[in-house]
C-alpha cells in the first residue's frame, strides 16, 4: 500500500509543522498545500476575502495530483468540508488517510497572530471554523493540537501503522 496522507484543519492549527514532522519521522516528502494555490486565490485570502467552491476546485484537484502523482506522500490541505475530502479521494489514485488538527479557536487564533509571513489574515479564521465539517471517526484521525510536537508526531505514528512505506 502507497501511504497518502492529508494533514487537515483550519488554517494556524499546525498543518505545515505536524506535516513537516511526521514525513521526517517516515522518511517520506511532505508538501503544503499553501504552494498549490492559484495565484488569484492567495490574492483573495491575502485581501481578507473568503474563498469559494468555485475558488476552491482547482486547489483541491491540485493537492489529489500530488498525492496521486507523489506517493508515498503527506499533504498540508485544510479540506475543510467532506465534499472536498470526497475530491481530494475520487482524485487521489488510492486511499487517503486524513488526520483532522483540531483546537479551540483561541489557540489558533494566537499561532495565526504570532507567525510571519503569512498570506492568510487571522480576520479569515472565523470563516474558516464556519465552512469546517468536522470529519467523524470513519473519515478522519483528530487530534487535539495542544500537546508539544514531538508528542502529538509520536501519538499519530501508530494510525499510520501497516501503510508506511
Not at 483573495?44 to 491540485?62: F, Q
Not at 496521486?68 to 488510492?94: M, T
Request: some cysteine; overall charge neutral; glycine content about 10%.
Amino acid at each position: 500500500m502507497t501511504l497518502r496522507v492529508v494533514i487537515m484543519g483550519v488554517s494556524g492549527c499546525g498543518k505545515s509543522s505536524v506535516g513537516e514532522g511526521l514525513a521526517a519521522r517516515l522518511g517520506i516528502p511532505y508538501r503544503d498545500g499553501d504552494d498549490l494555490h492559484p495565484a488569484a486565490n492567495v490574492a483573495k485570502m491575502r485581501a481578507g476575502i473568503p474563498l469559494t467552491d468555485a475558488d476552491r476546485w482547482p486547489w483541491l484537484d491540485a493537492v489529489a495530483a500530488v498525492l496521486a502523482q507523489e506517493a508515498p506522500v503527506i499533504v498540508g490541505c485544510s479540506a475543510l468540508r467532506r465534499v472536498y475530502r470526497d475530491r481530494i479521494r475520487a482524485g487521489a489514485g488510492g486511499a487517503v488517510r486524513f488526520i483532522h488538527l483540531s483546537g479551540s479557536r483561541d489557540v489558533i487564533a494566537a499561532r495565526m497572530a504570532a507567525r510571519k509571513g503569512h498570506y492568510m489574515p487571522v480576520a479569515l479564521l472565523d470563516s474558516q471554523f464556519a465552512t469546517l465539517e468536522p470529519p467523524g471517526p470513519e473519515e478522519a484521525v483528530t487530534i487535539d493540537i495542544e500537546q508539544s510536537l514531538p508528542r502529538l508526531i509520536d501519538s499519530l505514528l501508530p494510525a499510520l501503522q501497516g501503510e508506511m512505506p
